[in-house]
């Protein structure tokens, strides 16, 4: 098991950017494929992007050129760096570390 804690979420207007941080409580990305997903009001959970031990990334189409996932050499972080938002994709974000270990969320809010 490790813990995962989100921080980053915030409100902005349609058009910009910010950058979610995941930090977990040990170095996990020897072993760990890590995601973000998000959960917008009265919508299920969906997938946004990962980042596979070995530097895989996969992106849900409805971000491809505007999310970015990454993290650090330590380990210890995963990120999400979001340009160009818009206001559907306000919700809840989660990380997510395999096998089935969340975070406790960051809501991200986009006005228009």
């Known amino acids: 098991q490790v813990q995962l804690v989100e921080s980053g979420g915030g409100l902005v207007q349609a058009g910009g950017s910010l950058r979610l941080s995941c930090a977990a409580s040990?170095?996990?990305?020897?072993?760990?494929?890590m995601a973000w997903y998000r959960q917008a009001p009265g919508k299920q959970r969906e997938f946004v992007a990962s980042i596979t031990s070995g530097g895989s990334l996969n992106y849900a189409d409805s971000v491809k050129g505007r999310l970015t996932i990454s993290r650090d050499n330590t380990g210890n972080t995963v990120y999400l760096q979001m340009n160009n938002l818009k206001p559907e994709e306000t919700g809840v974000y989660y990380c997510y570390a395999d096998h089935h270990n969340w975070g406790q969320g960051t809501q991200v809010t986009v006005s228009s």
């Open positions: 040990r170095s996990i990305f020897s072993t760990y494929r």
